[in-house]
Nanobody
Framework: QVQLVESGGGLVQAGGSLRLSCAASGSIFSINGMGWYRQAPGKQREWVALISNVERSTYADSVQGRFTISRDNAKRTVYLQMNSLKPEDTAVYYC???????????????WGLGIQVTVSS
């Protein structure tokens, strides 16, 4: 079993910053890609950012230049630094981690429970 625990969400004014964290624990052999998604009220879940196991990062156009994804492999943690936040960034943010639980098996995706980010205008 693999557990993901997110932290760092909350309420912030437009233009402010927040830093999300997602720590993985459990039966982990190795971690491949780590990412963040978000879901706003009444909308489908959308991809926000991804960082590979060689720390190559990619971003959705809507957050490019404002958000930074990073990872600490020793802590099995992925971060999302969110700057210049806008009201349209308001959503529940989910971390997603691709985990191998054994050397011979495939990597499977695991999801956090989500954390609320609210940006007031």
């Amino acid at each position: 079993q693999v557990q993901l625990v997110e932290s760092g969400g909350g309420l912030v004014q437009a233009g402010g910053s927040l830093r999300l964290s997602c720590a993985a624990s459990g039966s982990i052999f190795s971690i491949n890609g780590m990412g963040w998604y978000r879901q706003a009220p009444g909308k489908q879940r959308e991809w926000v950012a991804l960082i590979s196991n060689v720390e190559r990062s990619t971003y959705a156009d809507s957050v490019q230049g404002r958000f930074t994804i990073s990872r600490d492999n020793a802590k099995r943690t992925v971060y999302l630094q969110m700057n210049s936040l806008k009201p349209e960034d308001t959503a529940v943010y989910y971390c997603q981690v691709a985990v191998k639980t054994s050397w011979w098996g495939p990597a499977n995706d695991y999801w956090g429970l989500g954390i609320q980010v609210t940006v007031s205008s």
